[in-house]
Nanobody, 116 residues
Framework: QVQLVESGGGLVQPGGSLRLSCAAS????????MAWFRQAPGKERELVATLISGGSTYYADSVKGRFTISRDNSQNTLYLQMGSLKPEDTAVYYC??????????WGQGTQVTVSP
């Protein structure tokens, strides 16, 4: 089992920045991929960004150029640097880890609210 704990969410004005962190209870090097998802009220959970074990990344079109996913294996931590935030980025953000082909491990989520 792996525990994932997100932090770094909060209230930020449009155009601002936040960095989310996801601390894992064990080495993240064992995962084939880690990702950030988000879920806004009344909407389905959506994939925001993925970091594959080899280093490749994927971003949803809505965040491309504004968000950056990264990791620090020595700290067992996944990050999501978010910039040029928009009100539509408001959501609960979750990190997830994929040992093989399915995201089996999820954090509890951290709220991000973008509002004047």
């Amino acid at each position: 089992q792996v525990q994932l704990v997100e932090s770094g969410g909060g209230l930020v004005q449009p155009g601002g920045s936040l960095r989310l962190s996801c601390a894992a209870s064990r080495s993240i090097g064992i995962f084939t991929a880690m990702a950030w998802f988000r879920q806004a009220p009344g909407k389905e959970r959506e994939l925001v960004a993925t970091l594959i074990s080899g280093g490749s990344t994927y971003y949803a079109d809505s965040v491309k150029g504004r968000f950056t996913i990264s990791r620090d294996n020595s700290q067992n931590t996944l990050y999501l640097q978010m910039g040029s935030l928009k009100p539509e980025d408001t959501a609960v953000y979750y990190c997830a880890a994929r040992p093989q082909s399915v995201y089996d491990f999820w954090g509890q989520g951290t709220q991000v609210t973008v509002s004047p």
